[in-house]
């Protein structure tokens, strides 16, 4: 059985002395960059910063970098090549315009990679509720979600390893396959339901639901150096913007 992927660090990393929101907020910048630059210097440029932060999210091992960022990849390849498939170029200018299209899908995406692997799910809620006022309702709930999320994959490979102690194979049939993992996904899904439901029932119990105001025992603080991190993603998104324009590449899509 597959070990779960764990949604937080499991020991203390550089970036995880940055708040949350600051982090959140870095990543809202560089996504509204990304999303108006339609050339590729500029994500090139972004993607080149957001791998720098590696070390610092504790993700140094390439096994492990591959672990969490492969369905990311593999979705950046299928926006590249529908692009260059299907795309009103030819050429140079569709390969161009497939591999623009594949890095910002990742440079959208890596962000929020990094604030997972050095962010626990419990400061993120915490550091919504206390500075952007979230509510504690929907950031608890949320928090909640995410716990069971390791929950989830470990119950597939449990369901997965059942079904095969009884003898439930699909072999190389394809088709038995599809039905086999249709099958799972739906067991899946009763059981998780199931437990959100009682979940909620004991969220409930305990008063999330109470409208009474709720304060916060652990608190949240935002420092100068988390005012630095937002400064520096506005920098880099500068930067990336001025190297575009100085090579002559800056498209922006909204122009």
Do not use: K
Not at 222 to 230: A, K, L, P, T
């Amino acid at each position: 059985m597959t070990a779960p992927l764990a949604l937080g660090p499991a020991r203390a990393v550089p970036l995880s002395a940055v708040n949350p929101v600051a982090q959140l907020s870095a990543i809202a910048v560089l996504t509204v960059v990304l999303l108006v630059s339609g050339d590729l210097v500029t994500p090139a440029v972004v993607l080149a910063a957001e791998l720098a932060l590696f070390p610092a999210a504790g993700l140094t091992r390439p096994r492990e970098v591959l672990r969490r960022t492969w369905p990311l990849l593999l979705s950046a390849a299928g926006v590249a090549w529908v692009n260059v498939a299907f795309g009103a170029l030819d050429g140079t200018a569709a390969w161009l315009s497939g591999a623009t299209w594949g890095l910002r899908v990742v440079a959208l995406a890596l962000p929020g990679v990094l604030l997972v692997a050095a962010t626990d799910p419990v400061r993120l809620a915490d550091a919504l509720t206390v500075h952007w006022r979230v509510s504690t309702r929907f950031a608890y709930g949320a928090l909640a979600a995410l716990r069971l999320v390791p929950l989830l994959a470990a119950e597939w490979e449990t369901i997965r390893s059942a079904r095969r102690a009884r003898g439930v194979d699909a072999g190389a049939n394809p088709v038995a396959a599809a039905r086999l993992v249709a099958g799972t996904a739906f067991a899946l899904l009763v059981a998780a339901i199931r437990r959100g439901t009682r979940l909620a029932t004991a969220m409930d119990a305990r008063g999330f639901d109470s409208g009474v105001p709720r304060t916060n025992a652990r608190g949240s603080v935002f420092r100068r150096r988390d005012g630095w991190f937002v400064a520096g993603a506005v920098a880099v998104c500068a930067a990336a913007v001025g190297t575009s324009v100085a090579l002559g590449a800056w498209d922006p899509l909204l122009g």
